[in-house]
């Protein structure tokens, strides 16, 4: 199953048979106040670096998120998305819990976007699909629903299951529907990381789509955090996980090492290329 992304000129494809594509999540306001502050000010500067040392650390494609308190989010996602396609030819993943604001982002992006997020919610349901079909956009599907998060992976997998039939029924094709499982903090739910894990193979193995998570979010509260980001990836990546959202700096080498044990990266190529560039950015 292949989902295609594109930017200004640039293709990015997502294959549940080949090697990992990287979403990086670094613009977000999240826990980064000089973020806030600029794009308060539509001072696109510091996001625009963002995304550069992003594309750098290997980055494919690019989450985009403008999300803190107060924001107009239907004026400031279009205008930084404008800002970072005027600057990088990228696919962008389009992040907002505001169906208004994921539109107007759309009608300013250029290429073929990624949709964060749509979940089994009937009103989500009803306010994304309709918006990704008109625009042929690409969309994340939360295994969430009218009755929260559950921990039984056979209801989480129901849940995919009835995104994925409602896009089609939307007119959404089949390969544009990307599924998140949902990675919960393995410190407050000593069996979080095994629901996930079983979701993912669940899906992978049901219905063949593409799969993304949160690469960082079941270490939440504890130390070591990388070391425990990267041992969920792994198993993840084997289940049937192909397009992380991660901080590229922190995934990247560890991701195209795995590709290349798994047999996804021909001659050592990517692994290689990879290592040659950031050896090259250290030495300049």
Known sequence: M???LKGKTTEVIIDTNGPVVI???SINPTRRKR????LKAYDFEFALQLAKSQMEAGADV???NVGFPGVDDETLLPETVKAIQEAYDIPLCLDSPNPKAIEAALKAAQGKPLINSVNGE?????????????YGAAVIGLV??????????????????KILNRAIQSGIAKEDVVIDPLAMAVSADP??????LETIKLIHDRLGLNITQGASNISFGLPYRVELNNAHMAISIWNGLTCPIANPAKITAFVRATDLIRGR?????RFTEFYYSQEEMENS
């Open 2 to 4: 292949q989902t295609i």
């Open 23 to 25: 979403i990086g999540e």
């Open 35 to 38: 973020l806030v502050e600029t």
């Open 62 to 64: 690019l989450d985009v």
């Open 122 to 134: 009937e009103k989500s349901l009803q306010a994304i699909l309709p918006i990704a079909k008109e």
């Open 144 to 161: 969430m629903d009218d009755d929260g998060i559950t921990q039984d992976t056979e209801k989480r997998f129901q849940i995919a299951e």
């Open 191 to 196: 069996n979080a990381c095994m629901v996930t």
């Open 265 to 269: 990266d021909d001659f050592a190529m």
